[in-house]
C-alpha cells in the first residue's frame, strides 16, 4: 500500500514555507551550490568583485578631491575607509558588510586561479616596458618601465604573474591595441602593487596591498587582500564587464527572445521553459506565478511563489527568491 499522502492530482502536499520581509530564501536541490562559492572560470574570473573597482582588506584610503570612482568601493575585514566621500564615488561603498565580505572571498578565488595558469610566456628581465604583447599568460613580471601595448580581440585574454611586487614607473603606460578589452587584462601581484603610471589598464589582483601614484588613472579593479588600497588624486574606472548581481545571476536576465525562445537553458516569458541550467527574472509584480520546473530523479520540481520580483537561478535546480512571503513547494511523482 502506498503511504506518500499523495493527492488525487499526483503531488504530495504541498510545504509552505513563511517568509519575513523584507527576506531571502534558498532552495539548494541535488548539487546545487551558492553563487559566491563558485570555482572561477575562463568566462568569469572575477564572480562577485566585479562590480568593484576598489576593494581593501585593511583600509581603503584617499587623499585628493580629486579622486573619482566608477564602481563600487568595498572593504573586508577591515574597519576604515577614510578620505573618500560619497559624491566621489559613483557606486555603492560597502564598509565591512555581507557584500564586501562575498566580494573579497571572490577575489581571493579569483587571484588563486590566475596564479595556478600556467605560463605561455616569461619576461626574463622582468620588465614589460617597450613591449607589445599579444594574449597570454605571462610570469616573472616585476615592472613597467615605458610602454606596453596589448594588441588583440575583444576576447582575448592577458595574465600577468608577479612572483613578489608589481611597480608600475612613473611615466609607463598600458595601452590597448585592435579590439583588446580592460575587462580581459589581469595581473596577479604575490605581495604588492604600486602603479605610479601616465596609464594603467586591468584587474589587479594583489595577495597584500595596492598603492596608486598621485594623478595616475586606472582604467580596471584594484583588489587587495590583506593589505590597504591607497589611493592620490586618482580616477578610478572599472570596466563594464558583464556584472554579477548578489545572487550570482548574469545581469543579462535570461529570459529569452521575444518569439518565446529560451536562451542559456533558461525560460522564455510564454516560451517553453529550458533544462534548469540558466536562469530568469520575473519583475512582472502583482502577484503573477513564476513557475521552475527542474527534472530529478524520481519526478519534476515546481515551485511556485506570488510575489513580486522573484529571482530564479536554474543552476542545478538552486532557486532564490527575495522579499516573499510564501512559497510553494511540491513534487510531482513520476508516472502518476
Same mark, same amino acid.
Given at each position: 500500500m502506498n503511504t506518500s499522502h499523495q493527492s488525487r492530482s499526483g503531488f504530495r502536499r504541498p510545504i509552505l514555507v513563511a517568509l519575513g520581509l523584507p527576506a531571502a530564501l534558498a532552495i539548494g536541490l541535488a548539487g546545487s551550490t551558492a553563487a559566491y562559492a563558485a570555482a572561477p572560470?575562463?568566462?568569469?574570473?572575477?564572480?562577485?568583485?566585479?562590480?568593484?573597482?576598489?576593494?581593501?582588506?585593511?583600509?581603503?584610503?584617499?587623499?585628493?578631491?580629486?579622486?573619482?570612482?566608477?564602481?563600487?568601493?568595498?572593504?573586508?575585514?577591515?574597519?576604515?575607509?577614510?578620505?573618500?566621500l560619497a559624491e566621489q564615488v559613483h557606486g555603492t561603498i560597502h564598509t565591512t558588510d555581507a557584500d564586501a565580505a562575498d566580494a573579497q572571498l571572490a577575489s581571493q578565488a579569483g587571484y588563486t586561479f590566475l596564479q595556478n595558469k600556467g605560463a605561455t610566456g616569461t619576461e626574463a628581465d622582468g620588465d614589460?616596458?617597450?613591449?607589445?604583447?599579444?594574449?597570454?599568460?605571462?610570469?616573472?613580471?616585476? =615592472?613597467?618601465?615605458?610602454?606596453?601595448?596589448?594588441?588583440?580581440?575583444?576576447?582575448?585574454?592577458?595574465?600577468? =604573474?608577479?612572483?613578489?611586487?608589481?611597480?608600475?614607473?612613473?611615466?609607463?603606460?598600458?595601452?590597448?591595441a585592435g579590439e583588446a578589452s580592460a575587462c580581459n587584462v589581469y595581473w596577479q601581484v604575490t605581495s604588492s602593487a604600486t602603479l605610479n603610471g601616465?596609464?594603467?589598464?586591468? @584587474?589587479?589582483?594583489?595577495?597584500?596591498?595596492?598603492?596608486?601614484?598621485?594623478?595616475?588613472?586606472?582604467?580596471?579593479?584594484?583588489?587587495? =587582500?590583506?593589505?590597504?588600497?591607497?589611493?592620490? @588624486? @586618482?580616477?578610478?574606472?572599472?570596466?563594464?564587464?558583464?556584472?554579477?548581481d548578489d545572487g550570482g545571476a548574469p545581469a543579462d536576465d535570461g529570459s529569452g527572445t521575444d518569439d518565446g525562445t529560451p536562451t542559456d537553458g533558461g525560460s522564455a516569458d510564454g516560451g517553453t521553459e529550458g533544462d534548469g541550467t540558466g536562469t530568469g527574472t520575473d519583475a512582472s509584480g502583482g502577484g503573477t506565478t513564476t513557475t521552475v520546473e527542474d527534472s530529478t530523479a524520481g519526478g519534476t520540481l515546481l515551485a511556485e511563489t506570488g510575489i513580486d520580483g522573484g529571482l530564479m537561478i536554474g543552476s542545478a535546480g538552486l532557486l532564490v527568491l527575495t522579499g516573499g512571503v510564501l512559497l510553494v513547494a511540491r513534487r510531482r511523482i513520476a508516472n502518476s
Open positions: 572560470t575562463d568566462g568569469d574570473i572575477l564572480g562577485l568583485a566585479s562590480g568593484y573597482a576598489v576593494l581593501g582588506g585593511s583600509t581603503v584610503t584617499n587623499d585628493g578631491a580629486g579622486t573619482d570612482i566608477t564602481g563600487d568601493v568595498g572593504l573586508s575585514p577591515g574597519t576604515a575607509i577614510t578620505g573618500l614589460l616596458g617597450g613591449s607589445d604583447l599579444g594574449p597570454g599568460v605571462y610570469d616573472n613580471i616585476a =615592472q613597467i618601465d615605458g610602454k606596453l601595448t596589448l594588441t588583440g580581440g575583444a576576447d582575448d585574454v592577458w595574465i600577468f =604573474q608577479s612572483p613578489s611586487a608589481l611597480t608600475a614607473m612613473v611615466g609607463s603606460e598600458v595601452e590597448l601616465a596609464s594603467f589598464v586591468g @584587474n589587479v589582483f594583489a595577495l597584500t596591498s595596492i598603492s596608486v601614484g598621485t594623478n595616475a588613472p586606472v582604467t580596471g579593479r584594484l583588489l587587495a =587582500q590583506s593589505g590597504a588600497v591607497t589611493l592620490l @588624486n @586618482n580616477v578610478i574606472s572599472a570596466p563594464d564587464c558583464g556584472t554579477v
